[in-house]
């Protein structure tokens, strides 16, 4: 077996699984209702007729992705598959240039507008589809004879998958770039006293700061340390009155995500001596 007919064998099980996904979440996302407003699909048929559409192409999706990943193997399956994806880039095409701010919809309820990635995405999947027409054994077989191999090459398409979906990006992508700037800015880990100026850019970028942000009424009044932390005091105003705005920032590194507040009313804070 060459290495084409080998690559063959395999796709149905990769694009079986990519379409078995994108129409399970069609048909029992809790917010597929959602996610089909949000679509390019309300310029096509309509916002009465969307939630219909969106589960139809999700019912499609099911059904042609259980004949790839399910035996026996015909050549019928991978066209059917090609063709889905070539209708994918039409639809994609046309979401572009009718409704450019319209999301996808297609792998996850995330709003995300149609992009490069999108595209490429459909391409691979086509493309995988066309291949899956030269397949000559059902997917197991080739596992079965060649198991490192097999996994090692459907692993690195889900990944390139995985890679080409926006909507996905919240489950690695963000994680990895808050973990770079955790290890890569200036401030991480740093065992050095830090300026004050560092701890008041790290306050702004804190949801702690923006939670409240609408009520500060002043500049910092007051800083101290207090171990690792770093406290910062302003003033602010509730519907109950003054109160004074306290921050705890982590002092020897950049962990936004850290910062406290508490709000202290006037009448509890110590008399001055």
């Excluded at 004949?67 to 039409?90: I, K, N, Q, T």
């Amino acid at each position: 077996m060459n290495v084409l007919q080998w690559l063959a064998n395999l796709q149905p099980a990769l694009v079986g699984a990519v379409l078995l996904w994108a129409g399970g979440i069609k048909l029992l996302s809790r917010s597929a209702r959602l996610a089909a407003r949000r679509s390019a699909l309300v310029r096509l048929v309509g916002k009465d007729r969307v939630f219909v559409a969106y589960r139809a192409v999700g019912a499609v999706e099911v059904g042609i992705g259980a004949l790839l990943v399910a035996p026996p193997v015909h050549p019928a399956e991978g066209l059917a598959a090609a063709g889905l994806g070539a209708a994918m880039l039409g639809y994609l095409g046309y979401a572009r240039l009718a409704a450019p701010g319209s999301s996808c919809g297609c792998l996850g309820d995330k709003h995300v507008p149609v992009r490069f990635r999108g595209f490429a995405r459909a391409a691979v999947l086509m493309l995988a589809g066309a291949l899956a027409v030269a397949a000559t054994e059902f997917w197991t077989v080739t596992l079965t004879e060649s198991p490192l191999a097999t996994v090692g090459v459907l692993l690195a398409e889900a990944a390139l998958i995985v890679v080409l979906s926006p909507e996905l990006d919240h489950r690695w992508l963000h994680p990895l770039r808050r973990l770079r700037l955790r290890i890569s800015h200036p401030l991480a880990g740093r065992p050095a006293e830090v300026p004050l100026a560092a701890s008041v850019q790290q306050l702004h970028k804190s949801a702690a700061y923006s939670s409240v942000a609408g009520l500060l009424r002043s500049d910092l009044l007051d800083t101290w340390d207090e171990g690792d932390w770093r406290l910062l005091a302003y003033a602010a105003r509730t519907e109950s009155g003054k109160v004074t705005a306290v921050f705890a920032v982590p002092r020897l590194g950049f962990r936004p995500e850290e910062v406290r507040v508490v709000l202290v009313p006037e009448a509890e804070l110590p008399a001055p001596v």
